[in-house]
């Protein structure tokens, strides 16, 4: 990437995070050094180099969103294979590892940074004790639209076409991605009547932006519904540093859809 590039990535980030925050009276998501969500206990990258660049050192809104449909058992992926791309903290998908009905394997991605990764393999290493057992769970550090073999060397005999589930938390406001980000998931999710990917996104992500990425992924053959839940947040799991109220705006600061394949009917 270009010195030219770089910089308009910095800027497009310094955006994202001053609309989010402004949404959120100017503070962060969690003001917490660690996050815990029931029973897991998360940090977020250093602050420094690319995980400034890729905001990979902060928790936003969607994360929580989604961790709340995983505890309220909305989103089933059961001795199912699920990947998350750009998993910052992996709020969502380590949260599945510790359902009594999990995965049966979990892989977490993002791009390889050293402290992106890091940190990334110290939650999951932090959180194993939370984990069911049977769950396995992988770190594997990932750019977008690059060759996936390595990720799928890592499925089980038995889900060699893909992973069931993929889940995208907050990845859409990465605009000039799009492309690059479809082409990752076509590849890896299966080929399935009942393959699903889950999408969050905070609603500081231009409307148009987010019409962009769905209309990209309609044209690559996965069609998308935008599911609308309730104003109220309605997870009983104690997140640090956030009660009812303060959880139930972070909820409405989110859109969700849920894709799958269009041309697969049985």
């Not at 270009?2 to 962060?28: T, V």
């Not at 038995?158 to 990465?174: P, R």
């Not at 992500?205 to 990209?216: A, G, I, P």
């Not at 109220?245 to 009917?265: F, Q």
């Amino acid at each position: 990437m270009g010195s030219r590039q770089n910089l308009h990535a910095a800027e497009e980030s310094e955006d994202i995070l001053s609309d989010s925050l402004a949404f959120l009276g100017g503070k962060p998501v969690v003001e917490d050094e660690i996050i815990s969500y029931g029973p897991l206990r998360l940090t977020v990258a250093p602050k420094e180099g690319k995980a400034n660049t890729l905001l990979a050192d902060h928790l936003f809104s969607p994360a929580l969103y989604l961790a709340e449909r995983i505890e309220r058992k909305l989103i089933s992926a059961q001795d199912l294979a699920v990947i998350e791309l750009g998993a910052g903290s992996a709020l969502p998908s380590l949260l599945m590892t510790t359902l009594p009905q999990p995965p049966s394997l979990v892989v977490v991605t993002d791009y390889p940074d050293d402290g992106i990764i890091g940190n990334l393999k110290q939650n999951v290493e932090r959180n194993k004790e939370a984990r069911t057992p049977g769950c396995v769970v992988k770190c594997h550090g990932y750019e977008w639209g690059r060759s996936t073999r390595e990720i799928m060397d890592l499925l089980p005999e038995k889900s060699l076409q893909g992973f069931d589930v993929v889940i995208l938390s907050d990845l859409l406001h990465f605009h000039d991605c799009h492309d690059i980000l479809i082409s990752s998931v076509t590849t890896l999710l299966a080929r399935s009547k009942a393959s699903r990917v889950h999408v969050a996104a905070g609603r500081y992500t231009h409307s148009h932006v987010c019409e962009d990425f769905l209309s990209k992924a309609g044209q690559q053959g996965i069609l998308f519904e935008e599911i609308s839940s309730g104003a109220e947040w309605e997870g009983n799991m104690t997140v640090s540093g956030l009660d009812h109220a303060a959880l139930t705006l972070r909820k409405a600061n989110c859109r969700y859809w849920v894709g799958r394949w269009s041309d697969i009917t049985e």
